[in-house]
């Protein structure tokens, strides 16, 4: 554990924390922090090692993402997407499509995102409205996605559409240079995660050959199920947990450090120290059930399910009660935007709407725990 988290943390201190304030106030994807994930091999974390990356799997996964929100949790956010979709590759894709997207990655610092979400189906996203008409080897796509993160900055993504084989879906990788693709780049105006660029992906009359299919034909919800679900909501999880923790940090030491005419400090007062207290209680248990999910993932525990939707629904809801108890800390210097709280609260507020939402994976473990299907 201690080597990926610390090297994560140590990358996020010298190329994450010097860009995540204007990432926040302009709305700007942190291209240079993904520049340097590329360079430090980080974007490789989860390729196997026959391709040049590190061989790495959940846990890690988990580690990276957690390491990285502790610093900014929208830069951790487009990583993790990136690698969630790798997980994709790995687990399902061709030998040639491994080969052709992998060494790009690994070469040449490109990354990938998932273009999953319609306008139609939201939060539902494994329910694709997009039209894919097949002629021959080939497959003409149209239709709109809703929210697609490191929309127009990554070079490859995974896209849901409808198989050939009644109520069976595809997932797809879309290069970015794909004649037909296009981006509505003013459409992200989050009130967090300001940095995502999540914005809507058109798809006009865009014709790929079969090369491009992730897997056996009709095996897209397989691979939502089996591979996407759970790096993606232990990702999620490991997310929100940094969050919280970071606003522990941030809520910590402003105590320590604000002083009284007197001299006493904000963390003298009774009251102070129990929001303390219970932030620092939420954001530790957050942590610990997430990568206690991911150990459980990774070691395909049955129980392990359960553990990461638990870990997802309980960071989420975590890091947001951390965020109102931290504003209460922070007080006006907080509200006046003088310490970053205001950004993380902001950001918090993603996790329970992010698909599936908290309230539909609450649906979702009560289904994993009585033994019915999901979803
Ligand atoms: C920061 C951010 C980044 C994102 N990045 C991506 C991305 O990279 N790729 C991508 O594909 N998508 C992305 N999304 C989209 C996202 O994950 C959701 O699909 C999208 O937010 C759903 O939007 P909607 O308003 O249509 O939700 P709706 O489907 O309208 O749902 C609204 C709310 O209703 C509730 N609800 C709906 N159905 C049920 C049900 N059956 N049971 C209980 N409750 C229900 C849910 O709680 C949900 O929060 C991103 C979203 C955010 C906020």
Known sequence: MESIYQRCRDFAASFIAPYTDRTDSESRFPEESFKALGEQGLLKLLIPEAYGGFGKGLEEHAQACLAFAETCSTTALCYMMHNVAVMCLVTHGSEELKKRVFTDVVEHGKFLALAYSEFGTGTHFYLPEMTAVVSGDHTTFNGKKSMVTSASYASY?????????????????????????????????????????????????????????????????????????????????????????????????????????????????????V??????????????????????????????LAK???????????????????????????????????????????GQIMAPSADVLTIWLGKALTGQMIP
């Open 275 to 304: 929001h303390i207290g219970n932030i620092y209680k939420q954001a530790s248990a957050a942590k610990a059930i997430t990568l206690e999910a991911a150990r459980a993932g990774a070691n395909g525990e049955a129980d392990a």
């Open 157 to 273: 993504y995974l896209v849901l559409a409808p198989s050939v084989e009644e109520g069976k879906i595809n997932n797809w990788v879309f290069p970015l240079e794909a004649e037909g693709l296009s981006f509505e780049m003013s459409g992200w105006q989050g009130m967090g995660m300001r940095g995502n660029s999540s914005c809507p992906m058109r798809v006009d009359q865009v014709r790929l050959d079969s090369s491009y299919r992730i897997g056996a034909e009709g095996t897209g919800e397989e691979q939502v199920f089996q591979v996407v679900a759970p790096f993606f909501i232990t990702g999620l999880g490991a997310i929100y947990s940094g969050t919280a923790l970071h606003m522990f940090e941030v809520a910590s030491g402003h105590a320590a450090g604000r002083k009284y005419p007197d001299g006493r400090s904000l963390s003298h007062i009774e009251t102070v120290q």
């Open 308 to 350: 990461i939707l638990a870990a997802r629904i309980f960071a989420s809801e975590a890091a947001i009660e951390c965020g109102r108890l931290s504003m209460r800390v922070g007080g006006g210097k907080a509200y006046n935007k003088a310490l970053p709280l205001e950004r993380l609260l902001r950001d918090a507020y993603a």
